[in-house]
């Protein structure tokens, strides 16, 4: 699908549509004067993010007296609570998710155990494809927590066996923390393990089962779904981005991870050329074959076929010009190719003489999603789809969003779970700064 990037302000038909009582523009706006907008010169405004929050909420907008709640979760948090309370009795996912992670670190409620399970139970329970999306489903490692604490005894007594059978039923959905749980019988997701006291970082996965005691419809069940790379979140430093790339960043702004070309895309481009100059040895002796020569005399002007028999190397170098051109083509293409995710937005910036640049806020993103060949499920790479607003289908204008085809990138279920992450959490709190609303979920 042929993509623009899209001309008008969407801020502005956010807008007007929150103005004639549309309660997803509310919940949008409060979220983008909740947390500012860089690329729309859109500073924080907490006052204008409570007025549409409010606007939502009154009309009893679950999304709405969510967002509410984290706009009061820094100065009073009994309200905000409160407010959480309200939403997970009305079986609001997310509210069901933060309220249940909140009582099980202790963080602006008395630790409770028993509540945190209990929380997490229905929220993993009600947390299925069909209510928030295959991809969303996909990548959210949270899912999980209940089933923790199953294996681990938190907040009820140990049961294993319901806790296997918890996640292979995740598992068999498409979650990919629960598939990596299921297959290893080890907890490596460190933002999971941190809720649960565990340091994965500094001291390696933790050992929850034996993997080697599942039975086989558990083993059937991880058999057919794609590898699962976790690797730690790198450390990227801003020197190693393009010049005109640091240009582009807020000096507060980090870095959460960049989308690297995998290394089969190297592999393929040399092999390419490789093709190309075997090719060329195969046309060069069959033109030197008797029985190919006299075709060649016989269809081909005299001058011709003499000037090709004067130089049999010919097919060689032509063929071989053109593989280094493909290698060149490619390898520019993935030198000058940066895809980078901060913790405010989404950047893809490709050119080499004509530069361009596309950056998104997460608000902006309606989803992101994931195709892998087979071969990319075992290596673990894969194109990365993003739905947002920020740009516009030639197709169909009148939608107000587009699909963007990122190249293949390696780990890309850890990209676009990020995306999801961040898209789906109104507030992130900033280093050293006290006066910041928490991040839903925890810091990471």
Wanted: glycine share 6%.
């Amino acid at each position: 699908m042929s993509t623009d990037i899209q001309k008008s302000n969407p801020l502005q038909d956010l807008q007007q549509r929150a103005d004639q009582g549309d309660l997803a523009a509310c919940a949008k706006l409060g979220h983008i004067y909740a947390v500012g907008d860089h690329g729309l010169g859109i500073d924080q405004n907490h006052a204008l993010s409570v007025q549409y929050y409010e606007k939502g909420a009154q009309a009893g907008d679950l999304p709405c007296m969510y967002g509410l709640a984290g706009s009061y979760l820094p100065t009073q948090p009994d309200k905000a609570i409160a407010m959480l309370e309200t939403c997970a009795q009305s079986k609001h996912i997310w509210s069901l998710a933060t309220l249940g992670d909140f009582y099980l670190r202790g963080r602006h409620v008395p630790q409770d155990f028993n509540k945190a399970f209990q929380l997490l139970q229905e929220y993993t329970t009600l947390c299925r494809p069909e209510k928030v999306g295959q991809n969303t489903f996909k990548v959210r490692w949270d899912l999980v927590l209940y089933p923790l604490c199953l294996l681990l005894g938190v907040g009820c007594q140990k049961d294993e066996k319901t806790a296997l059978t918890v996640l292979t039923d995740l598992t068999n959905q498409g979650n990919l923390s629960a598939a990596d749980i299921l297959h290893t019988g080890k907890l490596n997701d460190w933002m999971a393990a941190k809720r649960f006291n565990f340091d994965t970082k500094a001291q390696g996965p933790v050992t929850l089962f034996n993997s080697a005691g599942q039975d086989q419809t558990q083993a059937n069940a991880f058999s057919n779904k794609p590898r699962v790379h976790n690797p730690q979140y790198e450390v990227i430093n801003k020197e190693h981005l393009s010049r005109f790339l640091q240009r582009s960043l807020i000096p507060d702004e980090p870095i959460l991870m960049r989308g690297h070309f995998p290394r089969i895309y190297t592999v393929d481009t040399f092999l390419r050329l490789i093709f190309f100059l075997l090719l060329g040895r195969w046309a060069e002796h069959m033109m030197t074959t008797p029985a190919i020569t006299d075709i060649l005399n016989a269809d081909m002007p005299y001058q011709a076929y003499l000037w090709l028999y004067q130089h049999p190397q010919l097919p060689v170098l032509i063929l071989g010009a053109y593989g280094t051109f493909i290698v060149l083509q490619r390898m520019i293409k993935k030198w000058t190719t940066e895809i980078v995710l901060t913790d405010r937005r989404f950047i893809y910036k490709h050119g080499l003489f004509s530069i361009e640049m596309i950056q998104m806020n997460f608000w902006q993103i309606e989803h992101s999603d994931v195709t892998q060949s087979m071969l990319g499920g075992w290596l673990d790479y894969g194109n990365v789809h993003i739905q947002s607003y920020a740009v516009q289908s030639q197709e169909d204008p009148s939608s107000g969003k587009g699909m963007l085809l990122l190249p293949a990138i390696s780990h890309p279920f850890l990209f676009s779970r990020l995306i999801e992450d961040n898209r789906r959490l109104p507030y992130k709190s900033r280093p050293g700064d006290p006066t910041a609303v928490p991040m839903w979920g925890g810091q990471r």
